[in-house]
């Protein structure tokens, strides 16, 4: 009862025209940042940061949130329509969606795709209102020995998942964690690495590193020769899906729904792993795997309920412990600490306006995502067809407007720049740089965290193990740290790897 | 020999962990008890040169350097040199001059495109972005050091 009077004091705060007005511009603004290749969620918020420093924070939260689960129902439609991922998330969806819209069926692709979307976003923000305040009072027993224990699960998880070796991926969390030792240290006041630039002394942001990784490195390796614009244009009667194929598509739904909540929950990439995961296990349980590659409805179905799950359920950690799972979420939780409220436990109690306005504006939301989506269809397919040639320089230039905004400093675009050099090389030697950016940004958190247990128990680890939440999630990294191994030393192929190359084989 | 990928990727990253041990050579490490400023960055400078050395070795039989696509090199080369000056540009000509100088460059020099359609394309573009950023939603654009 108590969440169900919380959830009305959010509906009353997320109804209001004003914040409705707002989750709408998030919604429309994700939608197209979803769509639209090169800018994914990261860089769309970013961009956007700045202009909601003026807004409260309800508003600005609500509209940066809208950015990135808006994002995940757009970027299904380029990955349909043109085969190109507007996001990294839709990548499995480019497979079976593409092959469905060149058989005529593209209509029913982005319709199963957008009720997809609409059944596992409101899957997890229902499992988000039920999770987060227990979740939360939970929470507020976590010491500095238990966010350690708990970043170091968050970084193991990433590299187990990760589809690129496990070494690779420790490697680039190490080089994050490195680039988060850049600027003052915060126990001792010592400069670190700045070489007297005053801009770093506050350290690297976390904006120009992602937006050049992700924004301009794509961009960088990109050619427009290489992009071709033949969209697959749908008639608006084509959208509903036959019967046949909404029978296909409730299981891969409710599987990928519950799937991408739980993944989502766990620090790393969650929206783009749990898209993976969905694939491989659709495909492993269907009848007729053969049709997988060739417009199998359970292939966008599953998928897409998956990172829009995930998308939702990567809050329950911001909202309830104060720690990012990614950078979209990193972001966030900057835009928060700028307003002066600072995410964690004590967020639901102190904050219960803020807190249950935006998990209600997020049921508001996947509802406007639903309506924007398919009848506007038309509308996204004609920004479909802006040559590339003219599209990427406005994103460039977008991103130098989001990257100076968010601290008015030249030196973050130079940042930017180098970073999007960085990413075009880590892509070519085939490294994954999610984990980097998750590693730049625990890392202020994972040093003082450890730095204080260290001090707490006076220099002895058995800190770690004498507490029980911390020796549970330290017995769980070291778990899925074996795992690894063992599928990296003995089966030399293990089921990442596997799932990777099917998912190359079927594109 | 030939060049692999995975060793130039994995000596990068050992001479990256390298800089950083001379880097943070002058900061304290600390004990145990009460850590100092150098004990992290020390520690993950070593994490970084023991994965990158079994990266290199386990390296082997990966692709070679010239297997790896470089055709979009000087695509990416170019865009990253025009994005260099217009940065350089920036704090001194402002968003209005940098802006069009940017996107001009980008579709003249990189993509061939018609000068005309460029220029009315580069400057239509800065505009609606200072019309959205400036006016709208009253954001600060540099306005350039060289007219304040």
Same mark, same amino acid.
């Given at each position: ?507 | ?69 470089? $055709?979009?090199?000087?695509? /990416?080369?170019?865009?990253? &040199? #025009?994005?260099?000056? =217009?940065? !350089?540009?920036?704090?001194? @000509? ?29 400057? $239509?573009?800065?505009?609606? /972005?200072?019309?959205?950023? &400036? #006016?709208?939603?009253? =954001?600060? !654009?540099?306005?350039?050091? @060289?007219?304040?």
């Amino acid at each position: 009862m108590e969440v169900l009077s919380s959830l009305a004091l959010g509906f009353s705060v997320a109804l209001q025209p004003d914040v409705l007005l707002y989750a709408l511009i998030g919604c429309l603004v994700g939608t197209l940042v979803g769509m639209l290749p090169g800018i994914g969620p990261l860089a769309g918020i970013s961009i956007l940061l700045p202009l909601t420093f003026g807004l409260d924070p309800t508003k600005a939260l609500i509209m940066l949130a809208g950015i990135y689960y808006g994002s995940q129902y757009g970027g299904s439609t380029t990955s349909i329509l043109l085969r190109i991922p507007g996001e990294a998330a839709s990548v499995m969806t480019c497979i079976d969606g593409n092959a469905m819209a060149k058989k005529g069926r593209a209509g029913a692709a982005l319709c199963i795709a957008a009720i997809g979307s609409f059944v596992a976003g409101t899957f997890g923000v229902i499992m988000l209102t039920l999770i987060a305040p227990p979740l939360a009072t939970f929470a507020l027993r976590f010491g500095p020995p238990e966010y350690t224990a708990l970043l170091v699960l968050g970084l193991i998880f990433l590299a187990y998942m990760s589809t690129t070796s496990l070494i690779r991926t420790l490697l680039m969390a190490v080089f994050g964690l490195l680039l988060g030792m850049i600027g003052i240290d915060v126990v001792s006041g010592h400069f670190r690495f700045s070489f007297d630039i005053p801009e770093l002394g506050d350290g690297i942001g976390i904006v120009p590193v992602a937006v050049g990784l992700f924004g301009l490195g794509e961009i960088l390796s990109t050619p427009s020769r290489d992009v071709k614009n033949d969209v697959v244009a749908p008639k608006f009667r084509e959208l509903l899906p036959t019967r046949d194929e909404m029978r296909q598509s409730a299981g891969p739904i409710a599987r990928g729904s519950v799937l991408g909540f739980f993944v989502g929950i766990i620090p790393g990439s969650a929206h783009i792993i749990s898209s993976f995961i969905s694939y491989a296990i659709e495909r492993r349980i269907s009848k007729h795997p053969e049709e997988f590659g060739k417009g199998a409805v359970a292939g966008v179905a599953g998928p897409e309920s998956a990172n829009n799950a995930a998308s939702t359920g990567a809050f329950v950690p911001m909202l309830s412990l104060g720690i990012p799972t990614g950078p979209v979420i990193a972001v966030l939780m900057a835009a928060l600490l700028i307003h002066g409220i600072p995410p964690g436990p004590s967020l639901v109690n102190e904050q219960p306006k803020l807190f249950w306005g935006f998990v209600a504006s997020m049921y508001v939301g996947n509802l406007m995502l639903l309506a924007l989506n398919l009848p506007l269809v038309g509308v996204f397919v004609s920004i479909l067809r802006i040559p590339y040639a003219y599209l990427y320089p406005m994103i460039i230039m977008f991103c130098i407007i989001g990257v100076y905004e968010v601290n008015n400093s030249v030196v973050d675009v130079w940042i930017m720049l180098i970073f999007g050099v960085v990413g075009y090389l880590l892509k070519k030697f085939r490294f994954d740089p999610a984990p980097l950016v998750l590693g730049l940004v625990i890392a202020p958190i994972f040093e003082l965290s450890l730095r204080q247990s260290l001090i707490m128990s006076g220099g002895s680890f058995t800190i770690f193990y004498q507490r029980p939440i911390a020796l549970v999630l330290l017995l769980i990294s070291a778990l899925l740290l074996g795992l690894a191994a063992w599928g990296a030393f003995v089966a030399r192929r293990d089921w990442r790897a596997k799932m990777a190359a099917e998912a190359g084989e079927s594109a | 020999m030939k060049l692999r990928a995975d060793y130039i990727a994995g000596g990068a990253f050992v001479a990256l962990g390298i800089v950083v041990f001379v880097l943070g050579w002058d900061l304290p490490f600390g004990r145990i008890t009460a850590p100092g400023a150098g004990m992290l960055p020390k520690l993950l400078a070593s994490m970084m040169i023991a994965f990158a050395i079994i990266i290199a070795v386990a390296g082997s039989h990966g692709e070679t350097l010239r297997e790896i696509p470089w $055709s979009d090199f000087s695509h /990416a080369a170019l865009v990253i &040199a #025009i994005a260099a000056i =217009a940065t !350089l540009l920036y704090s001194k @000509l402002g968003f209005l001059l940098t802006m069009p100088i940017l996107i001009f460059a980008l579709l003249a020099v990189v993509e061939r495109r018609n000068l005309v359609m460029a220029a009315v394309f580069a400057v $239509s573009l800065t505009l609606f /972005a200072y019309w959205l950023f &400036a #006016i709208i939603l009253k =954001a600060p !654009l540099e306005s350039g050091s @060289l007219w304040t």
